[in-house]
């Protein structure tokens, strides 16, 4: 913006409308710009002699001669059209309602997930709970139908030695059927390496001829319970297993493949589990003396992969982060689409005037 006076300003400013030539006036307006602030002079209609200016009229004249202040509103990038110039259509208003429509889901499912805690699990060779003495709790209830109380016991071997028969310890046997059958439930550690636990008769006082070995398991697991909705894994991976229809005097094999399972929470408390994969086989086993008593075996194996569970929640930043990016390339491909569609009215309506050469 210049510094100076023009006619506009002295206009604006109350000088009557009624002007001298040109001339005169263009020596005043030059006069004053050299004198405003120091030595004001008055215009007047003499032809040759200028006259100093009113004295009310020299504070606004003085105004706009000073020097215009730094606008920040200069660095602007989003710059306003005036709505008399943009022109609203039916296809860009369908198009911005079916936009907000879109913004609106895409929002509402990112806040979410945002909300909902995110389980992710990850693999890795370690031994989780170092602090189990090489120890891992097992939880067994198993019920045979058709074997009385008296005869069934709980064995346990392993690699390391272990040989121990008739295990009692936090064990419980209900009778069941009148007590001709048995209901077992027990709980007990064993060592991590390979072996084996099974329930037959080897414990009891005097073997029966023939040991009716059908049986429904109730529940086999290892370690902590976890009863969390978002890790659906194999915990328990023989509950329900009904083998009633089986042969009564044949042995059943499990051989189970056990694989260490963390579980941490948002609070950073971490939970010690363990899967379990479990393939078996019915059999009668024979030896020279004659038929094997038969049991109900547990063959186990340990995996050297842990699987860990981690419950984490979308970070503050990258849900906004997010949100930006769906509302600014929703809008943008909205008016690319919008502008295409414009474009192609436009030029379908000079076609049909007869306008587009």
């Not at 006036?25 to 002699?49: I, R």
């Not at 059927?177 to 048995?182: F, Q």
């Not at 550690?189 to 398991?217: E, L, R, W, Y």
């Not at 059943?252 to 086989?281: C, F, M, W």
Request: contains cysteine.
């Amino acid at each position: 913006m210049t510094r100076g006076c023009d006619l506009r300003v002295l206009q604006g400013a109350g000088i009557p409308s009624e002007r001298p030539p040109t001339r005169h006036l263009g020596e005043s307006v030059l006069k004053e710009q050299k004198n405003c602030g120091k030595n004001h002079g008055l215009l007047n209609h003499v032809a040759h002699e200028p006259a100093p200016l009113p004295a009310a009229l020299r504070p606004t004249l003085c105004a706009h001669l000073t020097p215009v202040p730094f606008a920040l509103r200069r660095f602007d990038i989003y710059r306003k059209v005036p709505k008399d110039l943009t022109q609203p259509t039916y296809t860009g208003a369908i198009i911005s309602i079916c936009c907000c429509l879109f913004i609106l889901f895409l929002f509402l499912s990112e806040l979410t997930g945002f909300i909902t805690t995110e389980v992710v699990n990850e693999l890795y060779v370690d031994d989780p709970d170092k602090d189990s003495g090489g120890k891992i709790d097992v939880s067994l209830n198993i019920s045979l139908p058709n074997l009385h109380c008296e005869l069934v016991g709980l064995d346990i071997q392993d690699e390391m030695g272990r040989h121990e028969v008739g295990h009692i310890d936090n064990s419980m046997k209900i009778p069941l059927n009148n007590g001709a059958g048995c209901r077992f439930e027990g709980q007990f550690s064993i060592n991590k390496v390979p072996g084996n636990f099974h329930v037959s008769t080897h414990s009891a006082t005097a073997q029966p001829q023939n040991p009716d070995m059908t049986h429904v398991i109730h529940k086999l697991s290892f370690g902590d319970t976890l009863q969390v909705q978002n890790v659906h894994g194999a915990f328990n991976a023989l509950g329900g297993a009904d083998r009633l229809t089986s042969n009564p005097l044949a042995s059943h094999d499990y051989i189970l493949k056990i694989v260490p399972t963390v579980y941490e929470d948002k609070s950073g408390k971490q939970r010690y589990s363990y899967q379990y994969t479990v393939a078996n086989k019915e059999y009668v086993a024979y030896s020279h003396t004659g038929r094997i008593i038969p049991a109900i075996w547990f063959r186990y194996d340990l995996s050297p992969i842990t699987v860990k569970y981690t419950e984490r929640r979308q970070p503050l930043y990258r849900f906004i982060t997010t949100i930006c990016a769906i509302i600014g390339g929703t809008f943008t491909v909205a008016g690319i689409l919008d502008s295409c569609i414009f474009t192609a009215s436009e030029a379908w309506k000079k076609i049909q005037l007869g306008k587009m050469h």
